[in-house]
């Protein structure tokens, strides 16, 4: 049995609201290579522990570990500067904007300001090399709902 390293660790993650206990002492460990599903019932926490590792919350009590070392997540800047990336249930897209405006939107600096040509480029590599089929110029509000759901995806892996 081969070891994987950990990416990520959760260890005793608890969160709350007011008197509401969103986690309560909850560990996870992601290793690299590796895909994970957390499955549970509605308001069972699992949106909740994924915003924390985004930056969206803050844990009450616990550590996050990424690569090993401990890390402070306050922000999704945080996140996104540790290469953590969250596609979230519920899309957030600009139904009138294409594919590629909607995956730069709110990027930092000059990036946010790629002409279209290069940006519809980097998202076609993007899309060849995980197999997707998407039209970077392509309106959110023309799209089904697996189109828009590969849309969030590409907007992770584009930053």
């Keep these: 049995m081969t070891c994987l390293a950990n990416a ?85 897209l600009v139904d009138v904007f294409t594919a590629a405006e909607n995956i730069i939107l709110g990027l930092p600096g000059d990036k946010g300001k790629m002409d279209k040509t290069a940006v519809a480029k980097a998202v076609r590599e993007i899309a060849d090399r995980y197999g997707f089929d998407i039209d970077p110029n392509q309106k959110i509000y023309e799209m089904s709902v697996s189109q828009k759901q590969t849309v969030e995806i590409v907007k992770v892996l584009f930053r």
Excluded: C, W
């Design 8 to 92: 990520i660790e959760l260890r005793n993650i608890t969160k709350r609201f007011g008197q509401v206990v969103a986690n309560k002492s909850i560990s996870l460990e992601l290793h690299k290579g590796e895909i994970l599903s957390l499955l549970g019932e509605n308001g069972s926490g699992k949106t909740t522990l994924m915003n924390m590792l985004s930056g969206i919350y803050y844990p009450d009590e616990g550590q996050i570990f990424v690569d090993g070392k401990e890390v402070e997540i306050r922000s999704p800047k945080d996140a996104f500067d540790l290469h953590i990336g969250m596609i979230h249930q519920h899309f957030k």
